[in-house]
């Protein structure tokens, strides 16, 4: 794996999975091709994305790993994805100004 990211996040670890099937096929172009409780492997023309979140008190803690250079398309996708969870929980999350809305 070449690029990594942690985040920490209010929400739940299957909300962080289920926001990250919502997501990231449509985005990236990617097909789940693992998934457990913690966690799920993305894969496709674009790379391989590892995600984990585990919980930690009142916090989740989400690791992606990808196969790609933080430069490339599905990087800046990944990073957008993690920008969007949630930090405390009056935050709204989503996409900014200038970003769609999926």
């Given at each position: 794996?070449?690029?990594?990211?942690v985040?920490k996040?209010?929400?739940?670890?299957?909300?962080?999975?289920?926001?990250?099937?919502?997501?990231?096929?449509?985005?990236?172009?990617?097909?789940?091709?693992?998934?457990?409780?913690?966690?799920?492997?993305?894969?496709?023309e674009?790379?391989?994305?590892?995600?984990?979140?585990?919980?930690?008190?009142?916090y989740?803690?989400?690791?992606?790993?990808?196969?790609?250079?933080?430069?490339?398309?599905?990087?800046?996708?990944?990073?957008?994805?993690?920008?969007?969870?949630?930090?405390?929980?009056?935050?709204?999350?989503?996409?900014?100004?200038?970003?769609p809305?999926?």
């Amino acid at each position: 794996m070449m690029a990594g990211y942690v985040r920490k996040t209010v929400l739940a670890p299957g909300e962080v999975l289920l926001r990250a099937e919502e997501i990231l096929p449509v985005r990236i172009g990617l097909s789940r091709s693992k998934a457990s409780g913690h966690g799920a492997t993305y894969t496709g023309e674009e790379g391989t994305v590892i995600l984990s979140a585990h919980a930690h008190s009142h916090y989740t803690e989400v690791t992606v790993q990808t196969d790609r250079l933080r430069t490339s398309r599905m990087d800046y996708e990944i990073q957008k994805f993690m920008n969007r969870l949630p930090y405390e929980a009056e935050d709204r999350g989503g996409p900014g100004d200038g970003d769609p809305k999926i």
